[in-house]
């Protein structure tokens, strides 16, 4: 049985667009739809929105499989219930599948249950996240992450693609191509895509260094050192280093691998291109530094995320 967990001020499709899913996907495997929504108290649930959603309260979660947790503006709040979190653990110790959408991963975080762990939020978010909770090893820019018997997703429209991958799990490839489908999803993007240009909108779109980075990311082939973006920046290299990190979080090597890997992903993924000509034109040259980028940034060599690309 799958339950979704709402609060006050829940986002509505945080817990509907799940709900489609795992709807759609029980009707395209002709089995019944076993899901409950729960809260803290039962009845009527008012979201963000203002439209209310009926809810179960804990007691009725005896036979759950999966939780996913739905964020929210309440979030804040059902991150500080004791009652929620000791809830959430205790799921966990049962060694219930448990997920997360969007802002849901703080209930997540505060239950303990993201130490140690991959995980992702909203990209809105990132900064506060990683700060509060400096043991999860955060991806900021993945649309969904899977840890072991734990998910989390980005925002809002990611939980769809979160469940469609539990239904492929669950379920099987076919029935989840068919429900996406019929959600009118003609790509199902895996985990491992980013949510999108994860340092010129995520870290600094209007930072001072923000002309630096776009036009670096127009300029990947060029030879793009710290020397060199220095200079461009008009700093010295070890000035422009320490003003770089300060205001990106990042290195600058670390931020031009990371502006590489994502315009390489989009050219594996969308065209058929040779993996040795995306490697020379993103700058990584030779295509070994390039897989090994790639299995840093997505954990799967490009190969795998054309393939399944493909397949989607």
């Known amino acids: 049985m799958i339950g979704i967990l709402i609060f006050p ?3 509505l499709l945080d817990a509907a667009g799940p709900i489609s899913v795992f709807e759609i996907a029980a009707r395209a495997s002709d089995k ?3 899901l409950r929504v729960l809260a803290l108290n039962a009845g009527a649930v008012r979201s963000s929105s203002g439209v209310e959603m009926m809810a179960r309260d804990f007691k009725s979660a005896n036979a759950i499989t999966t939780l996913v947790v ?19 653990q205790r799921l966990a110790r049962r060694s219930v599948r448990i997920a997360s959408v969007c802002s849901g991963a703080y209930v997540l975080a505060e239950a303990g249950l ?8 909203h990209w809105g978010r990132t900064r506060e996240f990683v700060a509060r909770y400096p043991k999860v090893k955060f991806e900021p820019d993945q649309i969904f992450t899977r840890d072991g018997n734990v998910w989390t997703s980005a925002g809002i429209s990611a939980g769809i693609d979160l469940a469609l991958a539990m239904v492929t799990e669950d379920h099987g490839e076919e029935i989840a191509q068919q429900t996406a489908r019929q959600l009118v999803l003609y790509h199902r993007r895996s985990g491992g895509q980013s949510q999108f240009s994860s340092l010129l909108e995520l870290k600094t779109p209007n930072g001072r260094f923000g002309a630096l980075l776009s036009w670096a990311r127009e300029n990947l082939d060029a030879p793009l050192t710290v020397e060199n973006l220095a200079d461009r920046a008009g700093m010295s290299a070890r000035h422009f280093a320490r003003a770089f990190a300060a205001e990106t979080g990042t290195t600058p090597s670390k931020a031009i691998e990371r502006l590489r890997v994502e315009v390489a992903r989009e050219r594996v993924q969308s065209s058929r291109e040779a993996i040795e000509l995306v490697a020379e034109a993103t700058g990584f040259r030779d295509p070994e530094r390039m897989r090994r980028a790639f299995i840093r940034a997505f954990g799967q060599p490009p190969q795998a995320l054309r393939r399944a690309a493909r397949a989607s």
């Open 32 to 34: 019944p739809l076993a």
């Open 9 to 11: 001020d829940f986002q």
């Open 114 to 121: 993201l130490d140690g762990r991959r995980a992702t939020t």
């Open 70 to 88: 739905a964020g929210g503006s309440g979030v804040a709040e059902a991150a500080r219930c004791p009652t929620t979190l000791a809830f959430v």
